[in-house]
């Protein structure tokens, strides 16, 4: 059974930086397709970014040029390094993930796993 296991939040200041982590495991394929999610309170949720390998890598226009990600394929994991934090980044982080990768309109889009999530707050 596939597991993704997520680490790195935390509570950090506006205009700080947090890297969050996620590594799959329990698969005998490689997960080509990660990528990134977050809910916050009473909002949908959303993709931050994701990255399907040879393919394409996509943004949420409200992080572009703050967040990176990046993927590992030797460890089947990926990172999202995000910079200048604001209070409206805070929400709950989902690591995806899928063996082949889905695009919507040219766009990552939900793959079949899920992480449990992990909190990131940004606060004074």
């Known amino acids: 059974q596939v597991q993704l296991v997520e680490s790195g939040g935390g509570l950090v200041q506006p205009g700080g930086s947090l890297r969050l982590s996620c590594v799959g495991s329990?698969?005998?394929?490689?997960?080509?397709?990660m990528g990134w999610y977050r809910q916050a309170p009473g909002k949908q949720r959303e993709l931050v970014a994701g990255?399907?390998?040879?393919?394409?890598?996509t943004y949420a226009d409200s992080v572009q040029g703050r967040f990176t990600i990046s993927k590992d394929s030797t460890k089947n994991a990926v990172y999202l390094q995000m910079n200048d934090l604001k209070p409206e980044d805070t929400a709950v982080y989902y690591c995806n993930a899928d063996r082949g990768g889905k695009l919507y309109r040219g766009r990552y889009y939900d793959g079949d796993y899920w992480g449990r999530g992990t909190q990131v707050t940004v606060s004074s």
């Open positions: 990255i399907i390998e040879g393919r394409t890598t």
């Open positions: 329990g698969m005998v394929f490689s997960l080509n397709a």
